[in-house]
């Protein structure tokens, strides 16, 4: 039995949520797994809860110790809606915070970075996990992936930019350990996969694992931001192909050991999470 209290998980369908959810049942700790519409979850106690719909969140609160955070999809300013649930959450009794942000955003920085900046003062125990583009971008329901099955295609203004792509297995690992271990890591972590690629190197790993052909359109910022624009809000979509662009000048291009010591065991390679994928047929 666990011996930490119950986390409650944002997101718990989503890319890292489910695999947090999973990861953290499988260790025998208590769930509450938190999504729009508190879809049942093996091991785990749904419970409906939506960023923008503050009755559903005492809720979800209560019982519950600690917090996985995955911000609203597609919000240029989440810490308008975040910051007055996180200090709901810690009047309701959360004393652990772990909010999922991004390698591209430091603290203070867009978006969620104000979130982070923020979580520290809110919160005795706390960690931002800060990872690196997903590996599964390439593999789910992501526009780059819809567009490797749809047109032999990925599309960005990264141009030869090398990114240090992560599995989101490797980041729900460090999000259980900073859930539950005794001590929480109080500090953001930077997390990557074992090396750095650039987007031609993905295209012809996808090529060979898959024996399709996939290949790199390199756009110009404005032509990523205008193709953007027809998924997401413009806002959303001028940070999305800064973000392209700061990959472009190097931004991107480092590999951490982080998902090694916080794990115990080294990250996935890009090639061994496809070939597996490939084998499942998923």
Do not use: C
């Not at 969620?112 to 923020?118: E, L, M, P, Y």
């Not at 539950?180 to 690629?197: F, H, I, R, S, V």
């Not at 027809?230 to 000048?249: N, S, W």
């Amino acid at each position: 039995m666990s011996t930490t209290g119950t986390t409650l998980v944002i997101g718990a369908t989503g890319t890292t949520g489910s695999r947090t959810v999973a990861q953290l049942t499988a260790a025998g700790h208590r769930v509450k797994a938190a999504g729009r519409r508190a879809t049942p979850v093996a091991d785990a106690e749904p419970v409906r809860f939506d960023w923008h719909s503050p009755a559903t969140h005492a809720a979800a609160l209560d019982g519950v110790d600690r917090v996985y955070l995955v911000p609203p999809l597609g919000d240029s300013d989440p810490a308008a809606t975040m910051l007055p649930f996180l200090r709901q959450a810690r009047t309701a009794g959360v004393h652990r915070a772990v909010l999922l942000s991004s390698s591209a955003i430091p603290e203070g920085g867009p978006a969620v970075g104000t979130v982070h900046r923020a979580l520290p003062g809110l919160f005795p125990q706390w960690a931002v996990l800060r990872p690196s583009w997903f590996m599964q971008n390439f593999t789910g329901t992501h526009a780059h992936a819809r567009s490797i099955r749809d047109e032999g295609s990925i599309w960005t203004a990264t141009e030869s930019g090398r990114v240090g792509f992560i599995d989101a297995e490797d980041i729900a690992a460090v999000a259980v350990r900073a859930l539950t271990d005794e001590q929480a890591p109080n500090t953001d972590l930077l997390l990557t996969g074992p090396e750095a690629l650039g987007y031609d190197d993905i295209a012809a790993i996808v090529t060979e694992v898959t024996g399709r052909p996939v290949v790199h359109r390199r756009l110009s910022y404005e032509q990523m931001r205008d193709r953007l624009t027809a998924q997401v809000p413009v806002e959303f979509a001028a940070l999305l192909a800064g973000m392209d662009r700061a990959i472009a000048a190097g931004a991107e291009d480092r590999i951490t050991d982080t998902v090694l010591r916080l794990t115990g065991r080294p990250p996935r390679t890009f090639r061994a999470l496809l070939e597996s994928e490939t084998r499942s047929g998923s």
